[in-house]
C-alpha cells in the first residue's frame, strides 16, 4: 500500500465537536507559538493555515498517531508553513503545511509540466497545492533512498506532510546561510548534488544556501518541492541555476570555486 493511503482515516466519519476541539487546540498553540508576534497577524494566519479541510486532515492524523500534537511554527513562508509536531513517543516530527489560499503555487507550474512523473494536472488551486505535497513527498522519498541526506518523509495527504525534524527540542538546525563556511563544505554540498543527479536522477531546482541544514557535522538538503526528473525539458537549466547559485555562495564566502563548466562535469561525470 501507498505510505500516501497509510494511517488515514475516513474523513466522512470524523465527529464534528472533536474538529472544534482540535481547532481550539490548534490555534492555541499557533498563538503561542514563539514566530507569532502581533495579535492582528494572528488570526489572518490561522485563518490561511487551518481552513476546515486542512483542520480535518490534522484531525486524522492525530487519531492514527502519526503525530499527538503540534508545539508551535518553526518556519514560514508564502507556500508553507513547518510545526513541530510530537508523537506519542516523544520524538519530533516536521509537518509541513501548504497553504491553500496561496498564488505562489501558480508561479510553480515550470517545475511540474513536463515532469514525465506528474502527467495529469487538476485545475483549481487546491489540487494544484495537494499536487505539489505529494511531488515534495515523493522527490524526498527519491532523494532518501538514494543515499542523499534530507528528511525522511513519513506521509503525505493532502496539502499536509509530516517528514523527520532536522535539529532538537523544536529548533531546526542552522543553515547555511547562517555559519561559518569551509572548502569542506562546498564539496560536501558539491557531492550532494551529483549524488542527487545520478542516483536519484533528480535536480534540486531551487538549491541555495537557504535549503541547507548543517546538524551534527553532516549537511543536510531540504525543500524538494520544486525538483524535478532528469527527463524534465529544463532540468539543465535548473541544474546551472543551482550549481551557479552555490558557487556565487561560497566565492562570497572566500571559499575557492570550481568554474561552472568544470562543476558541470564532476556532477555528472563517474568520479567527482
Known sequence: MDSEDNHMSDLGEV???AVEKALRRLRRYDRESRMLVKRSEDYQVLEEVFDLPTLMTLHSMMNSKIFKYLNGVVSAGKEARVYWG???TGSDVAVKIYLTVSAEFRRRLPY???DPRFKRIKKGIK????LWARKEYR???TANNAGV????????KKNVLVMKFIGEEGRSAPLLSEIAVNKQDYTKTLSMVRKLYRNARLVHADLSEYNIFKYQKQLILFDFGAAVDLAHPNAEDFLIRDIT????????RNVDVLS?????????????
Open 15 to 17: 465527529d464534528n465537536k
Open 86 to 88: 510530537v508523537r506519542e
Open 112 to 114: 511540474i509540466i513536463g
Open 127 to 130: 489540487n494544484l497545492v495537494n
Open 139 to 141: 522527490n524526498l522519498k
Open 149 to 156: 541526506p534530507c528528511p525522511e518523509p513519513y506521509t503525505v
Open 245 to 252: 547559485n552555490i558557487n556565487r555562495f561560497f566565492s562570497k
Open 260 to 272: 561552472l563548466e568544470e562543476t558541470l562535469k564532476r556532477v555528472k561525470g563517474n568520479k567527482f
